[in-house]
């Protein structure tokens, strides 16, 4: 799979059907192959990774040049075009992801795949854009941003980063039933701090350890916006509110944010509809 919206040569082609995802079927490369990648196959990192310290991506206003957008643009034999803008785009489909075989190279905009951070490549959407993906198989959904050209490997939609993939929890299986909606963020900083902690809080998951409960509201690479929205969730919930620092892989700390101790079933409902109405983010519980 060749997302780059450069000339394909004959040969980097057929070196890029190895493509994207775990459950891809491998294609040897060509002896004395000028292929730029130094591995046939492609995997995950050897090394294991926190979903919890991969940054979530907040949502920008968007500068866009022709990287990444010339239309149409052919690649194996096949033409698409550039949708004009993102706006009202949703679609159902197959994601998969790409990884270590990708990873150091150019994306279709320039700028370089890093299989650790959350991007995603798409065929059509402008480059940047933003989208949100949703696995419908266990209801996770997160926001990517995207960079690169793809997938064009079989019927798949998007391909997303390994980390993406994780977050998502379909990197062990190589593909997933997702549902996409495009994200368009305006320039003012009220927005963009309202689409931050709405977007900062997609991530659901279980849960299955014993030890008190406590509702996380969200985890925020700026101090100072959790700081200012603990001071708000005092206030309005009168609860304590707990700020976490931990340290993140990629560059940088989260912040997070959690209420409690709130062991009653009743409580966590009242206060997360709370924290919801008042656009404070939509809280999961989480038990230590």
Partial sequence: MHRH?????????????????????????????????????????????????IPNVVPEPIRRTMAGNRSPYSVLGKTYQVLPTEEGYRERGVASWYGEKFHGHK??????????????????????????????????SIVVRVNDRGPFHGNRIVDLSYAAALKLGYADRGTAR???????????????????????????????????????VGAFSDVNLAREVSEKLRVMTKRPVIISTINNIANGVLHRVRIGPVNDPGEIRRITQSVVAASLGSPYTITE
Avoid: W
């Avoid at 059907?17 to 591995?39: G, H, K, M, Q």
């Avoid at 700028?111 to 996770?140: C, G, W």
């Fill in 5 to 53: 919206l450069r000339v394909f040569s004959l040969v980097g082609l057929i070196g890029s059907l190895a493509a994207c995802s775990a459950v891809a079927p491998p294609t040897p490369i060509p002896p004395n192959s000028s292929s730029r990648y130094s591995i046939e196959q492609d995997r995950a990192p050897s090394r294991s990774i926190d979903p919890a310290s």
């Fill in 107 to 140: 994306t279709s905009n320039g700028e370089v795949f890093d299989m650790y951070q959350v991007s995603a490549a798409h065929k059509s959407l402008p480059i940047p854009s933003f989208l949100q993906v949703t696995n419908l198989d266990n209801n996770r």
């Fill in 178 to 216: 997702v549902e996409l909606e495009a994200i368009i963020a305006n320039g003012s900083d009220s927005d963009r701090a309202g689409t931050r902690n709405r977007i900062v809080n997609l991530e659901t998951g279980n849960r299955a350890i014993s030890g008190e409960k406590y509702l996380q």
